[in-house]
T-cell receptor, first 112, second 111 residues
Framework: GQNIDQPTEMTATEGAIVQINCTYQ??????LFWYQQHAGEAPTFLSY????GLEEKGRFSSFLSRSKGYSYLLLKELQMKDSASYLC?????????????FGRGTQLTVWP | EADIYQTPRYLVIGTGKKITLECSQTMGHDKMYWYQQDPGMELHLIHY???????EKGDLSSESTVSRIRTEHFPLTLESARPSHTSQYLCASREGNYGYTFGSGTRLTVV
């Protein structure tokens, strides 16, 4: 299977840094996506890691270790608008479909 | 600008009614997907399509059906809605090795 695990909930204060972890079974995935989903809205793309290491994009960074089946999303200088669910998704490029397998999401609440 | 559109955004319907959820994309993507998402749960793939006239069922057993007569259009139909179909339905498309682009979703309530 493609079990993807991430914490259910996290809280942090404005201006802080938060790291959301994601673990998965190492076989089958060729990359790791992170999506942000606000309540009642569609997921929006944040980052994609296909190689090991850190990808930085503004206040958001994402890290991948393929050998360990581990990724994290790092959010800096938190803002109230960052309160959302963050979805980790493994990319199975081996299938013709090229589909994503999603975790349950981590609900992040940012307090003033 | 690339976009994917879903209508209606919200729908409340009685048990036994037939409904069609619309999904259209303007990006010319071949691959399209329908996901079902309940609150606090992961997205479950219910249907997907490689291209025109190509549709397959996903992981989650679903009583819905889909069609792909045109590249840009991937509607989902429930022949007889039941309360167990109450959920959010998300349509997505992708091209190449990029991630999905999602529509805004349809929140369906069957009473």
């Amino acid at each position: 299977g493609q079990n993807i695990d991430q914490p259910t909930e996290m809280t942090a204060t404005e201006g802080a840094i938060v790291q959301i972890n994601c673990t998965y079974q190492t076989s089958g995935f060729n990359g790791l996506f992170w999506y942000q989903q606000h309540a009642g809205e569609a997921p929006t793309f944040l980052s994609y890691n296909v190689l090991d290491g850190l990808e930085e994009k503004g206040r958001f960074s994402s890290f991948l270790s393929r050998s360990k089946g581990y990724s994290y999303l790092l959010l800096k200088e938190l803002q109230m608008k960052d309160s959302a669910s963050y979805l980790c998704a493994g990319f199975d490029r081996g299938s013709t479909l090229g589909r994503l397998y999603f975790g349950r999401g981590t609900q992040l609440t940012v307090w003033p | 600008e690339a976009d994917i559109y879903q209508t209606p955004r919200y729908l409340v319907i009685g048990t036994g009614k037939k409904i069609t959820l619309e999904c259209s994309q303007t990006m010319g993507h071949d691959k399209m997907y329908w996901y079902q998402q309940d609150p606090g749960m992961e997205l479950h793939l219910i249907h997907y399509s490689y291209g025109v006239n190509s549709t397959e069922k996903g992981d989650l057993s679903s009583e819905s059906t889909v069609s792909r007569i045109r590249t840009e259009h991937f509607p989902l139909t429930l022949e007889s809605a039941r309360p167990s179909h109450t959920s959010q339905y998300l349509c997505a498309s992708r091209e190449g090795n990029y991630g999905y682009t999602f529509g805004s979703g349809t929140r369906l309530t069957v009473v």
